[in-house]
């Protein structure tokens, strides 16, 4: 402690009063430094770091000087994680400054360490729930419970208390821990079946009880799926009573009975659904009595099945979630009239993604081409793309014959029509199938059919989806010019940002980086409250490997935003930029500046992978901190166990700690992709030479000269050919 206590008064002492330099020494003789007798390794100089930064972090709270402070504390606590009693002190003062996401990351971190104030700990919770944030708002809560005591007994309880108990449960069920949902619901259950105990708490009585067929409902389904039966079976009654739906009350009890494995009770309380309120049956109701028949009738269920769903099917008001059901069945048997039959009785009432790929699929395997293109124009009428329809819209852009035909047929329909066939998005339709089977000329002419009949805001997403579509496909030149198009039109204005963005990156990708760099400065210009926009013109300055303009133009943006401390999609881009400042740094050379740059990041994102992996690759690069390196990077990889670069990053640190058959093991799963970096293989090559493989080394070195050469990467093909010409010369 006194050695601590002297470094504090030192860093803490007034500039002022200390002796001017050029004034004789009090002292006969000059001051020496310490040198210890052993010398301290990187985690002894990591704790001696920690306190200095400490002692820093008290005097500029002492000055006011908040963020900083912060800044000093989590790093202090970074270079010593064993220093929980940080974790407090952090959590305070990030609250204090309203720094919600930041607070709430480092309360995770000390939850079960130490102990955070628990009036911030409910806040968090809260907040988070809020957001739906439910595994991390359920970790703050249940820290809450460890740190007080709640009490079980309601007759102790206050209002907080079963709030509390109630969230609890709550988050559980949507978490489906049904197991902790019911243990937590059944400490405020008496509270919730007796209202009369609450009635003098209005507040209590709203929160727990506003809504009681609600409340009921949740607490009974928790002990359904938790197996209390009798608990579930009371509470869904007093649903009933509350909101008196006979046929709801019967689809539950069956879902008790089977349960319990009462089949024949179970398909009694369905059948009466089913006759009586089907409006009352979803899907999962209609699975239980599928299962139910399998159980009861084995073979012939399903005959039993289509019985009673057809019947149901045919009322005068027919449930449309029977009508579902039907369709889903006879699509997985692949009865393909039948599955279009009833997606066509949904198509008018229901058309949603799932009915409309259904009933394509059902066109499709039938060969009905009409009917498909009809189909496939009313969803792309709707807004719809391939894209939205998912696995089908890959499955029939790689049918050639298929997308031959529907072009083929849209053209006969636009010499006829043209407007019926824009107007009912065939046109657009086929341009989505030209697209997707990168017919791009015929795609052209098709959008520019459907766009003259389109409205102002599908306009706009049509292009973007058409100009990003382009892009993905590497179409850069003709990206540039749909993303153009999408800026001249002034009615699609409220797309505007989106569309300079990504004309931006399509210039940069092209090779046209003068023109991306006056792009990337208008767009900036034209948003200048948006940081995305705003650091364009540094992402291009990086591309064009102009890396001293990159560094200032990074750091305008960071002195722009990085006041702003409540907007949680804010900080993640002033992350990103930190890292691309980081980056910038290295090519230049600028180690130093490129460190603080990702310790920046971890102070704020002490979990991040990306930062700590590169920070780690930066250390290992200079042989230091190689310990601390190797743990940073694992944690990395073991967040991202198949990223290449972490991976790459393991390796190296094992390289450079001496550790040879490590560093082969995980070079040689970093260079295991399709196309491994340049980078990657001259790394595992060096690897393989010191693991006294020379013969693999100079091959896999060869790979590396090639993929340098793919990249224009003349320096480093340079370092790696001269290690092949080495080993030839003494072949030789």
Not at 98 to 109: F, G, K, N, P, S
Not at 318 to 324: G, L, T, W
Not at 575 to 593: I, Q, W
Request: glycine share 4%; proline share 4%; charged share 30%.
């Amino acid at each position: 402690m006194l050695s601590f206590l002297l470094l504090l008064a030192i860093v803490t002492a007034d500039p002022s009063a200390a002796p001017d330099g050029n004034e004789a020494s009090p002292f006969e003789e000059s001051i020496v430094p310490l040198v210890p007798v052993t010398p301290r390794d990187e985690f002894q100089q990591a704790r001696i770091a920690s306190a200095a930064l400490y002692a820093e972090s008290r005097l500029l709270q002492r000055r006011q000087e908040f963020p900083a402070a912060l800044r000093r504390l989590q790093r202090a606590w970074r270079h010593q994680p064993q220093a929980v009693e940080l974790l407090p002190e952090i959590v305070l003062l990030a609250s204090d400054l309203q720094r919600t996401d930041e607070t709430v990351r480092y309360a995770l971190i000390a939850a079960g360490q130490t102990h955070i104030d628990p009036l911030v700990l409910r806040r968090l919770a809260l907040r988070l729930s809020s957001q739906q944030r439910l595994p991390e708002a359920l970790r703050l809560y249940e820290l809450l419970l460890e740190q007080t005591k709640v009490p079980t007994e309601v007759d102790s309880m206050e209002l907080g208390d079963a709030l509390l108990w109630f969230e609890l449960g709550r988050i559980c069920f949507l978490l489906r821990d049904y197991g902790r949902a019911s243990e937590y619901f059944s400490r405020i259950q008496p509270l919730i079946e007796s209202p009369d105990k609450i009635s003098q708490n209005p507040t209590l009585q709203k929160m727990l009880v506003g809504q009681p067929d609600q409340t009921y409902l949740l607490l009974a389904e928790s002990f359904l799926q938790a197996g209390q039966f009798a608990r579930a079976e009371g509470m869904f009654r007093r649903v009933h009573e509350a909101l008196p739906d006979e046929g709801a009350l019967h689809c539950r009890l069956a879902r008790i009975a089977a349960q319990q494995g009462d089949d024949d009770r179970a398909l009694d309380y369905m059948d009466r659904c089913l006759n009586e309120t089907p409006h009352s049956l979803d899907g999962d109701d209609l699975r239980l009595l599928a299962d139910v028949l399998s159980r009861r009738f084995g073979e012939q269920a399903e005959t039993e099945l289509l019985k009673r769903l057809e019947s149901a099917a045919e009322a005068d008001e027919p449930s449309p979630a029977v009508i579902r059901f039907l369709a889903a069945w006879q699509t997985d048997k692949q009865r393909w009239d039948q599955a279009q039959r009833w997606f066509l009785r949904l198509i008018d009432a229901e058309p949603d993604e799932t009915v409309l790929a259904g009933l394509c699929e059902a066109y499709w395997k039938q060969q009905q081409v009409e009917p498909l293109l009809d189909t496939l124009g009313q969803a792309a009428a709707a807004g719809v793309t391939l894209r939205d329809l998912g696995d089908l819209g890959e499955r029939l852009v790689t049918d050639e014959t298929l997308v031959g035909t529907l072009l083929a047929e849209t053209r006969k329909r636009l010499d006829a029509d043209q407007q019926a066939t824009a107007l009912t998005g065939v046109s657009l339709a086929a341009a989505d199938l030209a697209i997707g089977a990168r017919r791009y000329d015929e795609a052209e002419s098709f959008f520019d059919i459907a766009l003259q009949w389109k409205e102002d805001d599908l306009r706009a997403s049509t292009l973007l989806n058409w100009g990003l579509d382009l892009l993905m496909d590497r179409q850069y030149a003709r990206a540039i010019k749909v993303f153009r198009r999408g800026l001249e039109d002034k009615r699609l204005a409220d797309r505007e940002a989106q569309s300079r963005y990504f004309l931006v990156r399509a210039l940069a990708w092209a090779g046209e980086i003068d023109q991306a760099m006056a792009e990337a400065e208008t767009a900036a210009a034209a948003f200048p409250d948006l940081p995305r926009l705003a650091s364009l013109p540094a992402l291009i300055l990086s591309h064009a490997k102009r890396y001293e303009q990159a560094e200032a133009k990074y750091q305008a943006v960071l002195e722009r935003f990085d006041g702003m401390h409540d907007d949680a999609a804010l900080r993640s881009e002033m992350r990103e930029v930190r890292l691309s400042l980081s980056h910038v740094c290295t090519r230049l050379d600028k180690n130093a500046e490129a460190e603080e740059w990702l310790e920046q990041v971890l102070d704020e994102f002490p979990d991040d992978a990306g930062a700590l992996n590169d920070l780690g690759y930066l250390w290992a690069e200079q042989g230091k901190n190689l310990q601390w390196a190797l743990r940073m990077i694992q944690k990395a990889v073991d967040t991202d166990p198949e990223n290449a670069a972490y991976l790459d990053s393991l390796g190296w640190v094992y390289f450079r700690l001496g550790q040879d058959a490590e560093a082969v093991r995980w070079l040689e799963k970093a260079a295991g992709g399709d196309e491994p970096d340049g980078v990657i293989l001259d790394h595992l090559g060096d690897a393989y030479w010191k693991a006294n493989q020379p013969e693999k080394a100079v091959e896999i070195w060869r790979r590396a000269v090639e993929t340098f050469e793919k990249s224009a990467d003349s320096s480093k093909r340079d370092e790696t050919l001269e290690k092949i010409e080495a080993y030839e010369n003494r072949k030789q």
